[in-house]
């Protein structure tokens, strides 16, 4: 059990879990990087990394769909449903190649993350990474980077029956590690986060960086925010 002062707010919390894109990881690159190889390989435009940043969030389907109607809108392209899923069909093997490819190689944690998670884990706080992001692709990152150690559980889009805003996530990670959801902080970047914690009935913290579909953190509803995890440092 720990007592958390956080922006003039208390969090007594006996445990934590925390998004990954966008909140530990600024991953921003290697989706940017996997995609544009991907759309090269299907002979298509690439994307910029500002679109991209928009349609981060919501697990790699919704970002490959997005980006795949992004480009052919702007080359000014129609496809029927039926062309759309056999491009999907193709695109969707070429992304998860490319991007296991590069997965890390441009990245970087955030400044104020490691501290952050070092002092909760130190506080006695079990710590849990859920994330949309594919459960292979998000453990191999998190060895990369060195955060892999802090973590009794790693769950990503593809553990359960539904991604984030859904609760599911929340609530199934809740049960795994021994926890109640109202004693559990969520740590996330979004408004996906915030959606999945007030349906879980967790207390939640967004940071002011990351990916939130060009939305400030600070619109969204949540008990606190913070411009660095650094913040937790007791």
Request: glycine share 10%; aromatic share 6%.
């Amino acid at each position: 059990m720990a007592i958390l002062e956080v922006s003039g707010y208390r969090f007594d919390v006996d445990a934590a879990m925390v998004d990954l894109d966008g909140t530990m990881v600024d991953t921003l690159g290697d989706f940017t990087e996997a995609l544009g190889r991907m759309l090269a390989e299907l002979g298509l435009p690439a994307i910029g990394a500002g679109s991209i940043e928009q349609m981060v969030g919501k697990g790699s389907e919704h970002l490959l769909k997005s980006v795949l109607n992004h480009v052919l809108g702007q080359n000014g392209q129609a496809l029927d449903a039926t062309e759309m899923e056999a491009l999907y069909t193709r695109a969707w093997p070429a992304y998860q190649r490319h991007y296991h490819a590069i997965n890390g190689q441009y990245a970087q944690v955030y400044p104020g993350v490691r501290e952050g998670l070092e002092s909760l884990a130190g506080a006695g706080l079990r710590l849990a990474c859920v994330t949309n992001k594919p459960t292979a692709f998000a453990e191999a990152l998190l060895v990369g980077t060195g955060l892999r150690a802090l973590f009794v559980q790693v769950s990503g889009g593809d553990a359960f029956e539904a991604t984030k805003p859904d609760p599911l996530p929340l609530l199934r990670t809740c049960d795994a590690l021994g926890v109640r959801p109202a004693r559990t902080l969520m740590i996330g970047d979004s408004a996906n986060d915030a959606q999945a914690a007030r349906a879980a009935g967790c207390p939640v913290l967004l940071v002011t960086y990351g990916y939130n579909h060009g939305r400030p953190a600070r619109e969204v509803d949540a008990d606190a925010w913070v411009d660095s995890l650094a913040a937790l440092v007791s």
